[in-house]
């Protein structure tokens, strides 16, 4: 719940009166607190179909216009000749990107409505807005997709626009439609242009007689399965299947031989439906070494279009951008001007308005380029374009949305430098990427140096150029002029908040700009070596190696670029050092043993004394968090020779001696640093306690075992686990133990389909339960040839992570 200083009585006084003309028993009160943000704790009791009509009957409030009151103008243009901003705008998405467009709606000076489910209610967009609405319970149909429900907030709060964001109903032409038809301002491109460019197979026709290559492939209306099979086979294995309606790589499988093409085709449908609301896929020849390059465009309602420049994102995983940068490596400027003129032509032959994405393939092998698709909305990755031409895109969809001018013609659209963006997600990239969810209990990121993009002034077009002609001339990368270094964090997260199953993993976005490429990816490197987390798995140090990889580093990159490199981007995780052990063990007896100050006394320090003297000695076990739960311990021993000087030895399970560290000095500097000093270096080092869950009993397991995270130089993350001692062990049992054959839950899902029946005979590798988390599939495949013994889920149920699902016995059980 959010703060306030009012009493409850008092709080209830400042229910506006719009807010009480407007009251109905599905909505509950909306309250202001001290900053003047309204706070609305809910949409409820919506799901039956006479509330349903309720909200699709509800019409404006008695006495309110709806008509668009415009704010101040803005100082860059002529008043007399621009509309002016809107003055209140619901943003209909959560996250990161929530946050984004609130930070721009408050340098303009407009008011936000934020909208969210139930589980988001602490969420920072909703810290963040003017405004906060409950719209619903988690699942996205029932609250983020739901239209009628954030109409009805956006009439009740007075909103004369809502901006979609990314993902959600940002290209939905249902829901486009459904704004006009209300008399609210849609943020993005006319519905006619999100259905011509929101279809693949449509768009992909419109570029073919515009004279844009496209790649050899089907994409008529026959979604007949055999069909769509007889279409491979022509154009030729690989193929790769993809959601008509879509993006973010959902619905999207790559089969590289025949007998597989009939489960990607049916595991792609259904997640296209699930995602988009339609099951309808394309097909096309998969491109062995393919670049994904794309181009930011801009339009506005007078018919100019701009080109913001081309963004490489071919590095991928599971068929989503994990990273991406501005402009792409390698171009020359002929080339960058025909991918822009192209995408360009693309916007106008739909009428375009506002901004959107034009993506391509490029050949690495032929050089030549292809057109994929239009996203019909702002990209994820739309800071580093801001980043090198030093522009507000946000602040450019207000002004198209309020009927302004493009501010700048294609000419005067800078070009500096080189910018970078590393997606941070919740996943563990060792495990196939699989999503992670859980409380961030630890938080602690590179320090900001900007807030938007550095500003440049525009270009001025050399003398006889053409500014209006809508033209692309070729365009070098001025890499001569002087700017600072810089450092932005795109994030909707912040310490202790919930990452959970309904929605995308992605925490937050690290975005950094150079002088050049060079300088650009130092940054990076540095801005991820500084990004440290403690709860769930992130990519972090995933993303460090990418940025740290020769191959990356000299721009040889290909949407292949993880599988090709795959062994050396992952390298056998190394044995803690006996250093590292070393201030493991010093942080636990510090902790337990904080050193006392000089002029305390005997009563005071009671907790310290022995028999023997005051001497604290402390042997600490310590396991890899990788090491069998069942391997014996490597132990530290921890002997204090004077206050803040310590004798440390590690010595392995056996009892040999690996190392001595005689009198080292070592102190907490806060509850999570410690300073020490260990072969003649000085170290502060970010240590991170995981307490076990409180609800979970004790076991070998080490999911019930306190976890110590350290962040060494160099951004590397080891995580170290202190065994449970044998005696609460014994308490507990050991509650994870399992048979061979069990399938467990890797992740907290959502059952999508159970696959075997109780008593069923099973093959290695056959299909047993398919798996739904943050929006992507998982198929869990049966280890052994056997017998199902016992089935523990239900098609629709949730699951949280590590219970047992199917039990297999295995053959050699059966017949031992």
Known sequence: MI?????????????????????????????????????????????????????????????????????????????????????????ANRGEIA??????????????????????????????????YCIGPAPSAESYLSMDKIIEVCHRSGAQAIHPGYGFLSENAKFAERLAEEGIV??????????????KSESKNIMSAAGVPCVPGYHGTNQDPQHLFEESKGIGFPVLIKAIHGGGGKGMRTVHSEDEFMDALE?????????????????????????????????????????????DCSVQRRNQKIIEEAPAPGLTPELRADLSSKAVAAAKAVNYVGAGTVEFIFDNDTQQFYFMEMNTRLQVEHPVSEMVSGLDLVEWQLEVAAGNPLPLKQSEVPLIGHAFEARIYAENPRNNFLPDSGTMLYLSTPTPTHIFAPTFPPLIPAEGTSTDSGDVAPREVDTSVTVAPSLRLEQGFTQGSQIGVFYDPMIAKLVVHGRDRTEALRMLRRGLEEYKVVGLSTNVEFLLALASHEKFIAGDVETGFIPKYF??????????????????????????HPTQPADSTPWTTLQSRRFGGDVYERIISIQSDDAAPDAPPTTVHVKSVSPSTFDVTIRSPSGETLAMFPSVPA?????????????GAGLETTIVSQPPPAAVPASLAHGTMERL??????????????????????????VLSGSKGALRAPMPSLVVEVRVKLGEKVVKGQPVVVLESMKTETVLRSDVDGVVKAVACAKGEMVEEGKELVDIESEEAESA
Not at 111 to 122: L, M, P, Q, R
Not at 279 to 297: C, F, G, T
Not at 567 to 592: C, K, M, N, T, W
Not at 712 to 734: F, Y
């Open 3 to 91: 703060p306030s200083k009012h009493s409850a009585a008092q709080s209830l006084r400042l229910i506006s009166s719009r807010a009480r003309a407007a009251a109905a028993p599905a909505v509950t009160a909306v309250v202001q607190n001290t900053s003047g943000r309204t706070i609305n704790r809910g949409i409820r009791n919506v799901a039956s179909a006479n509330s349903a009509k309720l909200l699709r009957s509800t019409k404006p409030l008695a006495g309110t216009s709806f008509a668009r009151s415009y704010a101040t103008p803005s100082s860059s243009q002529d008043a007399s000749l621009r509309k002016a901003h809107f003055d209140k705008v619901l943003i």
């Open 99 to 132: 946050c984004r467009v609130i930070r721009t709606a408050k340098k303009l000076g407009i008011k936000t409505v934020a909208v969210y489910s139930e589980v988001d209610a602490n969420s920072l967009h909703v810290l963040e807005a003017d405004e906060a």
């Open 186 to 199: 849609f943020i993005g491109p006319p519905s006619s242009a999100i259905v011509s460019m929101g279809s």
């Open 267 to 311: 595991s792609a449908k259904r997640e296209s439906q699930k995602a988009f609301g339609d099951a309808d896929v394309l097909v096309e020849k998969y491109i062995v070494r393919p670049r994904h390059i794309e181009v930011q465009v801009f339009a506005d309602m007078m018919g100019n279009a701009v080109s913001v420049w081309e963004r």
């Open 567 to 592: 062994d050396e981007l992952f390298p056998p995780i190394p044995e803690p050092s006996s250093e590292l052990l070393a201030q493991a063990g010093l942080y636990v007896a510090l902790r337990d």
């Open 667 to 679: 102190h907490l500097a806060s509850p999570t640093s410690l300073r020490t000093t260990l072969g």
């Open 709 to 734: 995270h350290i962040f060494s130089a160099g951004g590397r993350k080891t995580t170290l686990v202190l065994p449970t001692p044998g005696w609460l062990r014994s308490l507990g049992g050991d």
